[in-house]
């Protein structure tokens, strides 16, 4: 990228940003509705610190910070080792939203100044790419949190009013195999990915089946009429302990329209919707997903067996970039392409039963670079993975609040067993008979 259009890409993203933002109220920006999640505000002032630290730091001349606070008040992390009280962002009150904007424009302006200035520099141009992925996850951030907070108002407030929602009916669940044998697995290519991508390496597969589609509100609802949730011997025990504690028996954003629970309504980020039986189940937890899986005498894929199957397909799906903010149904068969398998991409992040854990031969991303330049490198990718492999699971695809071209088969993300709250369905797998 020459330096114009990295910042033409650049500004793309930011307005972006600001576009997600715009339907809110000042007062919908400062609200932290649960420990896992962030306000809006803080977002917008984390999105805008990490270019100041990791870009503007070192390659503004002079440089001066916005505000000397904000570097340990949207920092996500602390460099002495001391926890970063992350269930206390709520309570920023101040500084004002409008600082927070006015903060996001003088960093864009110094960074066009700063990209102008420094040319053919590949640790620059390496770093903010990194921090314009770092703002598209946000982006999604943004969707996830926006949907909790709301949903814990008794108003049912609208985040964006969407269409009609089309949801044919879709095909009925088959099952599409695989050889298997020796295959690889991670990022190949000239583009962007992260660390956690790589080494590309091999991985032996048995031969195994994925299912044609996401599992549907439909197909979920006959889990919990069948008594799924008060059935300990479908569920992990750590996961029984957690659903018990939740005191949970449907997923997340599911309510109850009447006395029975025969009808059932969902909040989405159009508001309160009668529930689609067509469309996939979503804001499933790992514990959720594999008990499902367990009922239907299956089982959740591997993320090797995923990546296999995904990269014999087309990227496309129901992403953010149609702005609905809600997967979408299968449809036809014909209408899955490729392998034959729907949803693949898009819609719901689909839980896989791997660990996240570093590929065999990892080493955190070190570009060449002066030994200065490469701390902050390990610096501004510790603010993703090597420091959060442990005691969470992977997950595949994207979703329907995320863009597409951030997207590709190697691509990873991870949560703790107990995310709902986070676009994430079902894909059933099972060994090949």
Known sequence: MTSSSLFQKYTAIRNRTTDLVEPLLDEDCCVQSMPEASPVKWHLGHISWFFETFVLQHYEKPFKPFHPAFFAMFSSYNKSGQTHPDPKRGLFTRPALRVIRDYRTNVSERMERVLDRVVEDEMLSTLTVLGMHHEQQHQELLLTDIKHLFSQSPLNPC?????SLDSPTPHPLEWRGFEGGLIEIGYHGEGFSYDNESPRHKQYLQPYQLASRLVTNGEYLEFMEANGYSSPSLWLSEGWDWMKAQKGGHPLYWRSNGESGAEWQEFTLGGLRPLDLNLPVI????YEADAFARWSNARLPTEAEWENAASQQEIEGCFADNNRFHPSAAGTIEDAGGIGLAQLYGDAWEWTQSSYSPYPGY????????????LVWDEAVGEYNSRSMVNQYVLRGGSCAIPQERIRPSFRNFFPAQTCWQFSGIRLARDAT
Do not use: G, L
């Open 159 to 163: 985040y964006r009013e969407m269409q």
């Open 283 to 286: 804001h499933m937890s790992f």
């Open 363 to 374: 080493n955190p991303a070190k570009p060449n670079a002066s030994e200065p330049m490469s």
